[in-house]
């Protein structure tokens, strides 16, 4: 049995009363939370002041054990003036306690690294082999660590990777930017970001999950939890992740190697095609690369190259 045209015509009026009636709730709920956010006299954001003209807008209640003031939207963005007025004293000890913790994890990672890079020889980067290293820091500053590793020749040293060391801040990328500005093509960056679990905000974890450079990579260092964050779509970046992860263990370039190699006849040999699937490399950047390497024997005709060195 279908339904009559005056049996549909009732349900639709009635649809419509029940839509009516339920933004009339809406609203008389909201005159309400705002007579009651009035009588407490909190209409106005305890922190900032900026008058509140919708209960949307708050963003909680004042940090300090027991207080009730209530804080805007705005000022919530900012851990700092979580607190209302009264209480912003605690705010502001609490922002200098937590730029002193990523100072002393940013301080104690520069010394891990320095120390790491002058026992375990960093002989390569996503942009070849280094035959002949040597490691200097160069400036040890906090906020201005900067550590280069030199391939040597006879006469001379040439800069083939420099390592910077930062804290996290809420400006990491403009001073990407200025060190990349300045960098010099032939030279690997390494840029790593010192902080704690709170100070690596998503919005910051995203950005280096998405950083991408042909002459740069970036490493974000939680200290408090021990865990590194960079772009994993960059193959050859997760190869070299091992060296700045103070839980990796180190890889020179033949170890990395000889993972990817197979035995064949007593030797250990590479294939340039799974090297450059392994390393995220395009054919001719990873023969380009390997045609290098003072230890690599190239098999002619073959796109195979043989390791020379005792396993």
Known sequence: MGITKGTKKELEEMKKRLEEEIKEKEREADEALDKLL?????????????????????????????????????????????????????????????????????????????????????????????????????????KEFEMVVYEKHFFSKIPKIRIFVRPVSMGIEAEINEIIENADEDVY???????????????????????????????????????????????????????????GVPKNFAEVLKEISESVAGERVLDVKKFAEEMGMTHEESFDMLKHVKFLEEVKGAESFIIKLKD
């Open 38 to 142: 009035s009588k407490r006299k909190m209409d106005f954001c305890s922190r900032c002041g900026r008058k509140i003209s919708s209960a949307n807008e708050w963003g909680g209640k004042c940090l300090h054990e027991g207080c009730e003031e209530l804080v805007c939207l705005e000022c919530w963005g900012s851990e700092e003036k979580r607190y209302c007025i009264k209480h912003a004293k605690e705010g502001e000890r609490g922002k200098e306690a937590r730029e002193d913790e990523i100072k002393s994890f940013t301080l104690g990672y520069m010394d891990f690294i320095a120390e790491r890079l002058k026992k375990h020889k960093l002989d390569w980067s996503p942009k070849g082999f280094i035959s002949k290293v040597n490691v200097k820091v160069e400036r040890k500053r906090y």
């Open 189 to 247: 960056h390494v840029i790593i970001f010192v902080g704690s679990t709170a100070s690596i905000k998503e919005d910051i974890k995203a950005f280096g999950e998405k950083f991408s450079s042909k002459n740069a990579c970036l490493f974000l260092i939680d200290m408090e939890s021990s865990k590194i964050y960079f772009n994993l779509n960059e193959k050859n970046v997760g190869k070299y992740a091992c060296w700045f992860d103070p839980k």
